[in-house]
């Protein structure tokens, strides 16, 4: 393996394959709206849970995720945190916080598990029910607006040079929220690696990189430093 | 413009001051220079050192589909205060993206400012009895600008209460109306809400500060955090020198640890609090706090005030107390970067842009768990959450004699305010905004 500092250096391949459908770099801009549900204690987020949009699960995990992407350790979605650092029920918050998003290809599976996980939490702790929050939860939803950044890749040495410019914003948008677009446990990265340029291996490696113990600055050094690595 | 409140303020000389009394001499500064009346202009590209290249293409890709809209913002005054402060930056940075941006002021008599300021203390929750001549007065004003305004633009945006009204000029054309709340709606008198709410819900969507300043609304709500600019006096970079100067100016010791609180002297800023916290960590570690602010000499109750902060002080040389002139920018900025730590120990708080200042300093923050400071210092990640003179004692002690964790939570603070803070994510909000209402609120998707 190569050192991660040559990270920055495209990878030196003798056959170098060029892919017929270029890769193209995108980002993803998000506004945040108000929504009417909140939550003071554990039924209330249960209720809300239950009636809130799509748009506001997004938005307190995979969301929450990307504004919070300079965090290396802590930080996993707004449930867990509030549920911890709000209603002090850490078992539950320490629960919460360990759902990796990418583990769902929906919004409804990913609202399920997280109702599963306070159901189950409420029915071994019925007196966590009588603790009530001073700052409530707000519940938001995003609403996305898909970006173009004028960046393609036909080949592994462009489309490393692509990730070196791109924003983490990019890095979230095809590693991270690609899964809820394409419903496969996947990303846009690993799928184009694999069927245009035969990446197989290193395209499931990039699949292995655990997005809740280092920066998005930090996944993206990650995954170049995979591909520099890479052969057919 | 008739707002008697629009003339810019008038430096006073010598308004500014140490003043701890034992060291007055020694700390009197020199008085900063009078404001310019507006920031001078830049550029977006100037940005780009700060967010990054990518960051500033994802702009202008977003801008793209605005090109040639219209915009027009529309709020009560032109200088002074926040929004206008907001506004300065963000009407050039929106034209420079190709998007027409105008700016007007309201105008009226003493007599509508007079009703706005008590509507304006109502919607905070003050008592307040909405008599017909007020709605009268209100409406009459409203009315003769509404007369005076085209609406032609693309898109209205019309910033608090005061000019809320104006809405009655939407018509069934293209404009989008958009009501910009930049206070704190979530205990309103009721009477002052009910008359204004009708108005509200004729715009095509709102947007608040904060999901806990904001109301149970028929129109869509959108969140804007309220931003500071990385390039204004308040938060631009400073020579080393500058900051040098500043401190020896005010007789505060580089060669030993800075604990600063900015902030006006209010009791709800708890400066008295910060100077208890301050005396029980002293104990065991050795610091300066610096107390500094503004309001003292135009706030009768801000002289109060700060006359308590001195007897509290009780003179102590570690202790230093700055009552500041409102165009202090530069000082409160080099203070700000002098510091070891910034503390904001407030009972109670709106957003608490010091805070934000602070964590783009790249220091560790120390502040009350209240308002909007939550949403900006994440405990243990971002900054530090206290609840109590104590708790703020015990952190202070910590910090200094750990400043390996203060450095990671600096880094940490500086990185949120650059995400979710700055004016050029701003900027971003509002071209986000403008897209999806010409687009319609549904059209976005994943």
Redo the contacts between chains.
Sequence with gaps: MKPLGDAMSPPDHRMIRTASTPFEFK????????E?EQARNLAELLDALLSCSEGSI?QHTFRTLE?????KE??SNDFA?WAS?ELGVIGLGERLASLDVREFTSLSSLRSRLIQLVKDFLARNPKARELTA???F?F?SS????????TRARDLPEFIDGLN???V??IHYHFI?AR??RKLETNDFSLWLDKELGLSQAASLLNRIDIYTCTLEGVKRKIVHILQNATD | MEDSRSTPQQPETSQSQAAAPAARERRKPRVPEPPPLAPASVRLAEYEAIIGKSRLDELRFLASALSGKTVKMVNSTAVGGGVAEMLNRLVPLLGELEIKTGWEVITGGNDFFEITKAFHNALHGGEYALTAQARDVFMRHTEQNRQRMNFDEDFIVIHDPQPAGLVASKTKGSSRWIWRCHIDLSSPNTEVWNFLQPMVESYDAAVFSSPAFARQLSIPQTLFYPCIDPLSEKNKELEESHIRDVCDNFGIDRSRPIVTQISRFDRLKDPVGVIEACKMAKKYVDFQLVLAGGSASDDPEGAVVLREVMEAADEDPDIIILDLPPWSALEINALQRASTIIVQKSLKEGFGLTVTEGLWKGKPVIASAVGGIPTQVIDKLTGVLVHSVEGCAYQIRYLLTHPELGSQLGRNGREHVKENFLMTTNVQRWLLLFRLLSEGLNSASL
Aim: hydrophobic share 40%; charged share 20%; aromatic share 12%.
């Design positions: 980002a993803a801009a998000h506004l945040l709206f108000i009417r997004f504004e919070h992407h300079f965090i802590g930080f945190h650092s001073e700052n409530p707000y938001c609403k996305t607006v898909v970006l173009p950044v004028e410019h791109v924003s914003h990019s929220e809820l677009r």
